[in-house]
Antibody, heavy 115, light 109 residues
Framework: EVQLVESGGGLVKPGGSLRLSCAASGFTFSNAWMTWVRQAPGKGLEWVGRIKSKADGGTTDYAAPVKGSFAISRDDSKNTLYLQMNSLKTEDTAVYYC??????WGQGTLVTVSS | QTVVTQEPSLTVSPGGTVTLTCASSTGAVTSGYYPTWFQQKPGQAPRALIYSTSNKYSWTPARFSGSLLGGKAALTLSGVQPDDEAEYYCLLYYGGAGVFGGGTKLTVL
C-alpha cells in the first residue's frame, strides 16, 4: 500500500524557516517524481514545486511565489522528500501535501506563519 | 501570470451527467498541458482522478472520464451519485510548473 506521511509543520514567525519531510513507502520512491502542493485555510489548491527522479535528471521546478525561498530535495536512500522553506510570510500559512506522479497524496501537515 | 479557470459551482441531479471544464489564459488547452483532475471532500486530502487528459487511476470510478472539449480540458461525470458531491480541481502544466484551477464545487441535488 502506498503511504505518504508529511511531518515538520508547526508555528513559525514571519521571516523564519521550516523544513517539511514526506516519508514514502509502498512504491519505488527513487523512480517517482514528487510534488508539493499547499492549501491555505478555506482556499483552493496551489502547486508549490516538483522534483524529478534522479534518472530523469533530479531537477526541480517551482511556482513563482516560492521560487528563491523554497527548495525541494530528496533522499532516495531514506525514501524521503523534503521542502525547505525560508523567509516565510504569513501568506505561506497552509496545509502542505506531498504527492507522487502515481496519484497518491499524503494527509498533509499544517504550517502557520504568524507573529 | 497564467490563470486556469474552472466553473465556480455546478449542480447536478442524482443519475445525471455533468461536465466540468478547465480553461487556460494562454489559449487552447492541449494534451501537452497534461491536464490532471482531483476530487476533494471537506476535511480530506485531495484524491487524483484523471491524469494526462483522459487516463484513469486504478481507483477512479468508471463514471468519471476526461477529455479535451472546445479548447478546454473537461471532466465528465455520468450517472452521478450523491457521493460525488465535492470540490473538483484541474491542474495544467506550463513547461515544468503546474497551475491549479480555482476549483468547481459540485452539488448533487
Amino acid at each position: 500500500e502506498v503511504q505518504l506521511v508529511e511531518s515538520g509543520g508547526g508555528l513559525v514567525k514571519p521571516g523564519g524557516s521550516l523544513r517539511l519531510s514526506c516519508a514514502a513507502s509502498g512504491f519505488t520512491f527513487s523512480n517517482a517524481w514528487m510534488t508539493w502542493v499547499r492549501q491555505a485555510p478555506g482556499k483552493g489548491l496551489e502547486w508549490v514545486g516538483r522534483i524529478k527522479s534522479k534518472a530523469d535528471g533530479g531537477t526541480t521546478d517551482y511556482a513563482a511565489p516560492v521560487k528563491g525561498s523554497f527548495a525541494i530535495s530528496r533522499d532516495d536512500s531514506k525514501n524521503t522528500l523534503y521542502l525547505q522553506m525560508n523567509s516565510l510570510k504569513t501568506e505561506d500559512t497552509a496545509v502542505y501535501y506531498c504527492t507522487t506522479t502515481y496519484g497518491s497524496w499524503g494527509q498533509g501537515t499544517l504550517v502557520t506563519v504568524s507573529s | 501570470q497564467t490563470v486556469v479557470t474552472q466553473e465556480p459551482s455546478l449542480t447536478v441531479s442524482p443519475g445525471g451527467t455533468v461536465t466540468l471544464t478547465c480553461a487556460s489564459s494562454t489559449g487552447a488547452v492541449t494534451s501537452g498541458y497534461y491536464p490532471t483532475w482531483f476530487q476533494q471532500k471537506p476535511g480530506q486530502a485531495p484524491r487524483a482522478l484523471i491524469y494526462s487528459t483522459s487516463n484513469k487511476y486504478s481507483w477512479t470510478p468508471a463514471r468519471f472520464s476526461g477529455s479535451l472539449l472546445g479548447g478546454k480540458a473537461a471532466l465528465t461525470l455520468s450517472g452521478v451519485q450523491p457521493d460525488d458531491e465535492a470540490e473538483y480541481y484541474c491542474l495544467l502544466y506550463y513547461g515544468g510548473a503546474g497551475v491549479f484551477g480555482g476549483g468547481t464545487k459540485l452539488t448533487v441535488l
